[in-house]
């Protein structure tokens, strides 16, 4: 009755991805020693699924120091990733795989503290892991193996007996829209087929936390509009969390709750995407047709702070409004120069910061406080 018997032959290794390896002990370095799915998921904490206690903030870093030799990849991270969708974004080489592994208890810190739903994944890695599904970013295909077979062993890890395991992978699998392919030999897939069953094999067990590196990585723009949907599903209607390592600012905005921006090793900027792309000055946005560059210098004619912007639309007028004032007044105004100058008013909207802008600036000033390293 142990999982990972059986079951097509699969090492540990080569089910989960490399990066995802636990770390040897005094070193610092990948040990390269793989974990057996007997250690990594026994199926007696299968019991312990309900043990931990359900409002535990998910992640809470605190601090969180952790050194490769003398190369600092986390410097005193202190974070918390509440119920709902966070992105975790940052330039290659910012701590976020380390940030994972961290959260999974394979790496060994310098300092600092980390619970994953109070728990210690230092103390209690197989209980951690039993709360966290993750889908990483390259995930293998195993020759032979079929996605319905993959899924299936990995419930089996997972302590799932082997009926359930299999009435399970169908069950998540029919929720992935992965049709007959599911009978297919994994290597035989397409991306975004071989993305579909990661995902499922990593939510199989029906774990509270997700946590997924690049999950739109090579899918068409159907299959990731699918994907951020079930995303989106999971969070609003089953209360998962889910934390979503991206380089895909569009996906962020899309579907993301908060963000975290991490670079060199240290948390930047976090907080709900309304916050991070609230202006410094409360502003609106107007967009219309005609003159607009006549109509930003009459409304600073009369008195109202206006000034013409590009934004990925065209360009637009953003308007000074009070913070607790009289926007309707502005509005009136607006209105009445844009008659006089003959623009066509389309849309007059509270201004938000792309994402984009707030997040490259976050960086810049990351790299201009960094100090150069030896
Ligand atoms: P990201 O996932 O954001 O690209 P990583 O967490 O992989 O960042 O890496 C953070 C830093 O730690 C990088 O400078 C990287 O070179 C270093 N690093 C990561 N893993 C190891 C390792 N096993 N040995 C030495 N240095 C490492």
């Known amino acids: 009755?142990?999982?990972?018997?059986?079951?097509?032959?699969?090492?540990?290794?080569?089910?989960?991805a490399a990066r995802f390896i636990e770390?040897?002990?005094?070193?610092g370095r990948h040990s390269g020693i793989t974990i057996s799915p007997q250690q990594f998921f026994a199926p007696e904490i299968q019991a312990m699924h309900n043990a931990t206690s359900s409002d535990a903030c998910p992640v809470e870093l605190d601090g969180v120091v952790k050194r490769y030799g003398n190369r600092t990849a986390l410097d005193g991270v202190s974070l918390r990733v509440e119920p709902g969708i966070t992105g975790l974004v940052g330039p290659n080489g910012a701590g976020k795989s380390t940030l994972v592994r961290t959260v999974l208890g394979l790496v060994k810190l310098a300092a600092g503290r980390v619970r994953v739903f109070g728990l210690d994944p230092q103390k209690a890695p197989r209980q951690v892991r039993q709360q966290v599904g993750v889908v990483p970013e390259d995930e293998s295909a195993v020759p032979g193996l079929t996605g319905v077979g993959m899924v299936r062993y990995a419930?089996?890890?997972?302590?799932?007996?082997?009926?359930?395991?299999l009435r399970r992978a169908h069950e998540v699998l029919d929720w992935c829209d992965a049709g007959q392919e599911r009978y297919r030999p994994l290597e035989t897939f397409s991306v975004g087929t071989r993305q579909k069953v990661a995902f499922a094999a990593a939510i199989v067990h029906d774990p509270p936390l997700i946590i997924l590196d690049e999950p739109t990585n090579g899918l068409d723009p159907i299959e990731r509009k699918a994907m951020?949907?079930?995303?989106?599903?999971?969070?609003?209607?089953?209360?998962?969390t889910?934390?979503?390592?991206?380089?895909?600012?569009?996906?962020?905005?899309?579907?993301?709750?908060r963000a975290i921006v991490l670079a060199a090793g240290r948390v930047r900027l976090s907080g709900s995407?309304?916050?991070?792309?609230?202006?410094?000055?409360?502003?609106h946005r107007v967009e219309g047709t005609g003159p607009l560059d006549t109509l930003a210098a009459a409304l600073s004619s009369a008195g109202i702070a206006a000034s013409l912007v590009r934004t990925s639309r065209g360009p637009a007028v953003e308007v000074a409004t009070p913070a607790h004032g009289d926007t309707p007044a502005v509005l009136r105004a607006v209105c009445q120069?844009?008659?006089?100058?003959?623009?066509?008013?389309?849309?007059?909207?509270?201004?938000?910061?792309?994402l984009e802008e707030?997040?490259?600036?976050?960086?810049?000033?990351?790299?201009?406080?960094?100090?150069?390293?030896?």
């Open 1 to 16: 009755g142990q999982g990972g018997r059986g079951d097509g032959g699969l090492t540990h290794k080569q089910y989960h």
């Open 23 to 27: 770390e040897d002990s005094g070193h």
């Open 155 to 165: 419930a089996r890890l997972c302590g799932i007996p082997a009926g359930e395991a």
């Open 228 to 240: 951020l949907g079930r995303l989106v599903t999971l969070a609003r209607d089953h209360g998962k």
């Open 242 to 257: 889910i934390f979503l390592c991206t380089h895909v600012l569009p996906d962020v905005q899309a579907i993301c709750e």
């Open 273 to 283: 995407i309304d916050e991070l792309t609230r202006p410094a000055l409360p502003m």
């Open 337 to 354: 120069q844009a008659r006089e100058v003959g623009v066509g008013v389309r849309s007059f909207e509270p201004a938000q910061r792309p």
């Open 358 to 374: 707030v997040f490259i600036s976050s960086l810049r000033e990351a790299e201009a406080a960094q100090t150069p390293e030896v």
